[in-house]
C-alpha cells in the first residue's frame, strides 16, 4: 500500500458528459502528479501541483483540468469526454518533487461508451 | 522530454532464473528510477539511482547506472512467479521544467512456474 488513495476505481459514463477523480496524496507529500494510461499512448505525465499551485503540465487536454485543494488532496476534472478518454488514470505523490520518489495511487478505471 | 526505453519488450523465463532488462535515454539525468506495474493496477517504485551512483542493490534487485552510455540495467536474481509483472524505467531530469516522469513502454516479464 503505497499510501496514495483514489476515487472511484471505477467509472463508466458516455461521451460528452463530465467527471472528476479525486486523489488523497500520501500524508505530508506536497507535490501531486496526475498520469494518464491507455494502451494506444502508454504511460503519460499529465500535470503536476505542488502546494495547491501547478506547477507544470505535460500532455494534458484543453478539456482535462485539475486542482489541489489546502488540504493537499488533488481532483482531475474531464469534461467533453471521448471514447479516446477511456484509460487508467493514476495519481502518484512525493514529498516536493523532481528527484524524490513518486508513490502511485492503485488508479481510476474510467470507460467511456 | 526525458523518456526512458526498455528493452526487450517483453522476455519469458522460468522460475528462478535471473532476469534481466535494460533502460536507455537520451539526455543527462538526475536520477533513474524503475517501477513495477502488476496488470491493470498502480505502479510500484523498485529503486531509485542517482547519477553519481553505479550500482545500487535492494533484496533481489540489482539496479546498474551507466552514464557515458546513457543505460541502465534492472536485474532480478532467483525469479519468482510475484515477479510477473510490467517494469518500467523512468530518467529523471531537473532541468526538464516538469518533474513528471515520462516511461517509456515497459519490459513485460513472465515467469513461468
Known amino acids: 500500500d503505497s499510501g496514495v488513495t483514489q476515487t472511484p476505481k471505477h467509472l463508466i459514463t458516455a461521451t460528452g458528459q463530465r467527471v472528476t477523480l479525486r486523489c488523497s496524496p500520501r500524508s505530508g507529500d506536497l507535490s501531486v502528479y496526475w498520469y494518464q494510461q491507455s494502451l494506444d499512448q502508454g504511460l503519460q505525465f499529465l500535470i503536476q501541483?505542488?502546494?495547491?499551485?501547478?506547477?507544470a503540465k505535460g500532455n494534458i487536454l484543453e478539456r482535462f483540468s485539475a486542482q489541489q485543494f489546502p488540504d493537499l488532496h488533488s481532483e482531475l476534472n474531464l469534461s467533453s469526454l471521448e471514447l479516446g478518454d477511456s484509460a487508467l488514470y493514476f495519481c502518484?505523490?512525493?514529498?516536493?518533487?523532481?528527484?524524490?520518489?513518486?508513490?502511485f495511487g492503485p488508479g481510476t478505471r474510467l470507460l467511456v461508451l | 522530454s526525458q523518456q526512458g526505453e526498455e528493452d526487450p519488450q517483453a522476455l519469458s523465463i522460468q522460475e528462478g532464473e535471473n532476469a534481466t532488462m535494460n533502460c536507455s535515454y537520451k539526455?543527462?539525468?538526475?536520477?533513474l528510477q524503475w517501477y513495477r506495474q502488476n496488470s491493470g493496477r498502480g505502479l510500484v517504485h523498485l529503486i531509485l539511482i542517482r547519477s553519481n551512483e553505479r550500482e545500487k542493490h535492494s533484496g533481489r534487485l540489482r539496479v546498474t547506472l551507466d552514464t557515458s552510455k546513457k543505460s541502465s540495467s534492472l536485474l532480478i536474481t532467483a525469479s519468482r512467479a510475484a515477479d510477473t509483472a510490467s517494469y518500467f524505467c523512468a530518467p529523471y531530469y531537473s532541468g526538464g521544467g516538469a518533474d513528471g516522469l515520462t516511461f517509456g513502454k515497459g519490459t513485460h516479464l513472465i515467469i513461468q512456474p
Open positions: 539526455t543527462s539525468i538526475n536520477n
Open positions: 502518484a505523490s512525493s514529498l516536493a518533487g523532481g528527484t524524490e520518489t513518486q508513490y
Open positions: 501541483y505542488y502546494n495547491g499551485e501547478e506547477r
